[in-house]
């Protein structure tokens, strides 16, 4: 296959320009993907030790989101003054 692209590539030069962008984004994708199985992973799934860990929360846990601008801020919220123990079902 490389044969043939080189051989491509000496008859037609206006290929390489293709060839040299096919070959940056298939090392990009490449890089990416090992980046992407290595780590590092944010969400750890521990199912025998604590198969539901948002339950053993404190009720005045601040919890933390992300911004638009990428920052984490914390909820306004004063979680000691709610009356609420659960949702409704």
Do not use: C
Not at 9 to 24: E, N, S
Not at 47 to 73: C, G, I, M, R
């Amino acid at each position: 296959m490389i044969k043939t692209m080189l051989e491509q590539a000496r008859r037609y030069p206006g290929l390489i320009p293709q060839f040299v962008f096919l070959g940056i984004g298939l090392t990009g994708a490449t890089f990416y993907l090992i980046r992407l199985a290595r780590g590092p992973h944010v969400t750890l799934w521990d199912k025998k030790n604590n198969p539901e860990p948002w339950n053993n929360l404190d009720p005045t846990y601040q919890y933390k989101v992300a911004s638009p601008l990428h920052k984490f801020v914390a909820v306004n919220t004063d979680y000691k003054n709610l009356k609420k123990e659960g949702p409704d079902f």
